[in-house]
């Protein structure tokens, strides 16, 4: 660790200081091209009002040494060679950029790589009218002058490297033993608590990875107890079906062998045939209310808006005669345009079981009360009401309260199951509220956005699925 933070920060700082000589080279570079500009300016205007016989190569090379060794060239007004200090060719400089900016201005500049020396020069020439002189210097490239600071570099580089292994050998201690402190203490288990303040999202971190592994243990143990459960339940349902399945059986079996061995005869024939179809239509029942309910979790059908109120006025309307039966008061307040994001048939089979069991488990000249608003369905009765104990198990499958209804009318405890499973699937909140002797209420609450969706005009599905 040590190792790859001092190489980081030699690469950083490193990075920095050959930037910093470049940029500082240029900024030399650019310097010394404008002072050279300025010195050239003045030499050259110290050979002003000359004879133009007097411009000879002799005359440039002693004006060069007067100079400090400037080059020092001599051209007509039209840029045509007269002398030069040095040993260059006598060819016309009026195609060159300083000769052609003299002759427009006056004055020109310009840095290039001469072709007669071989070396780059800043070049400046000075228009007198019946002559012009220009005078060159040689000067260092930028490169050059970059590669002049590499020796300088190459040593700040050095102390670099030594001062970022020193740095990283006192802050990583510094750092480090903290950190390490915070670890001895997270694997006692311990909750951790940062000597300073910029240790602490990593002491929030340590906290919360321990809090999730003391939660993840828990976990495995409570699955582990799921699991002792889950066969359980797996054999009270298996007991459950086969109790619910051997009564209308037994009861086929029974009238079926007295029929086919002729013990019965005439109207007690006819009811022996009752009874069976009757224990039939029963056995078939539970068979689909199995299936429907094993299908509940498997059903890749979409959802869409369906009209709720639509629903529970159906629903009412659908149940008025056992209403009547029972001599139940009926207590509604549906509000109007309640939609709910689901399947019709899902929103049908829930209304339609609270209800029901809310009639079922009533007392005769009771009342059954029902409410439905855009953010919950409520079903309450004044029935015979649920025990303590027994709130927690009424949405277990083949669970009943009242064990004398268990079949009737449809009813094998299955109902508050597919309940449970339809809101769970929908994000429903689902609860009940009951007193022994004195009632029951079922409350489902409806998140806000529980209708997002297209709606179908009946609130049925309309080609959807």
């Given at each position: 660790m040590k190792t790859r933070i001092t190489l980081i920060g030699f690469i950083v700082t490193a990075i920095a200081l050959i930037l910093c000589?470049?940029?500082?080279?240029?900024?030399?570079?650019?310097?010394?091209?404008?002072?050279?500009?300025?010195?050239?300016?003045?030499?050259a205007g110290t050979l002003g009002d000359l004879a133009p016989e007097t411009l000879t190569n002799e005359f440039a090379r002693s004006a060069s040494e007067r100079l400090g060794g400037a080059r020092v060239t001599f051209l007509t007004a039209d840029g045509a060679y007269l002398s030069d200090s040095g040993d260059g060719n006598d060819s016309s400089r009026a195609d060159r950029p300083e000769v052609?900016?003299?002759?427009?201005?006056?004055?020109?500049?310009?840095?290039?790589?001469?072709?007669?020396?071989?070396?780059?020069?800043?070049?400046?020439?000075?228009n007198f009218g019946s002559y012009m002189v220009r005078v060159a210097l040689p000067k260092s490239s930028q490169w050059a002058v970059f590669l002049q600071s590499v020796p300088s570099v190459t040593a700040f580089l050095a102390l670099d490297l030594a001062l970022c292994a020193l740095f990283t050998y006192l802050a990583t201690g510094y750092v480090l033993r903290p950190m390490e402190r915070l670890i001895r203490e997270a694997a006692a288990g311990k909750r951790v608590a940062p000597e300073s303040p910029e240790?602490?999202?990593?002491?929030?971190?340590?906290?919360?990875?321990?809090?999730?592994?003391?939660?993840?243990?828990?976990?495995?143990?409570?699955?582990?107890?799921?699991?002792?459960?889950?066969?359980?339940?797996?054999?009270?349902?298996?007991?459950?079906?086969?109790?619910?399945?051997?009564?209308?059986?037994?009861?086929?079996?029974?009238?079926?062998?007295?029929?086919?061995?002729?013990?019965?005869?005439?109207?007690?024939?006819?009811?022996?045939?009752?009874?069976?179809?009757a224990q039939s239509e029963r056995l078939t029942n539970l068979v689909a209310c199995i299936i429907n309910y094993n299908e509940i979790d498997n059903d890749d059908l979409p959802s869409y808006e369906v009209n709720a109120s639509k629903i529970a006025r159906e629903?009412?309307?659908?149940?008025?005669?056992?209403?009547?039966?029972?001599?139940?008061?009926?207590?509604?307040?549906?509000?109007?345009?309640?939609?709910?994001?689901?399947r019709y048939e899902r929103v049908t089979e829930t209304f339609g079981n609270l209800i029901r069991n809310a009639i079922r488990y009533n007392r005769e000249g009771g009342s059954v009360s029902v409410l439905l608003t855009k953010t919950e369905f409520c079903v309450s009765d004044t029935g015979i009401g649920i025990a303590e104990e027994n709130l927690e198990r009424i949405f277990d499958r083949f669970f009943t309260v009242d064990k004398s209804h268990g079949g009737k009318n449809g009813g094998f405890g299955l109902g508050l199951a597919v309940v449970k499973k339809i809101c769970k699937k929908a994000g429903w909140a689902l609860s009940v509220q009951s007193k022994l002797g004195q009632g029951t209420t079922f409350r489902i609450r409806f998140p806000e956005n529980a209708s997002n969706a297209p709606k179908a005009e009946d609130g049925r599905p309309t080609g959807i699925g």
């Open positions: 000589s470049v940029v500082s080279a240029e900024i030399y570079y650019a310097n010394s091209i404008d002072h050279s500009k300025e010195y050239l300016r003045v030499y052609i900016a003299a002759m427009r201005d006056g004055e020109g500049y310009d840095v290039r790589s001469s072709a007669t020396v071989g070396t780059e020069l800043v070049y400046y020439c000075k240790l602490q999202p990593i002491a929030d971190l340590i906290n919360r990875m321990n809090e999730d592994a003391d939660a993840r243990m828990k976990e495995i143990d409570e699955e582990k107890e799921l699991v002792v459960k889950a066969q359980q339940s797996k054999n009270e349902f298996v007991s459950n079906i086969t109790h619910e399945m051997n009564t209308p059986l037994t009861s086929i079996k029974g009238f079926a062998e007295l029929l086919s061995a002729g013990a019965l005869d005439g109207e007690r024939a006819q009811k022996a045939a009752q009874t069976i179809a629903t009412l309307e659908t149940l008025a005669p056992a209403i009547d039966e029972r001599k139940l008061i009926l207590l509604s307040e549906i509000e109007d345009d309640v939609t709910l994001y689901s």
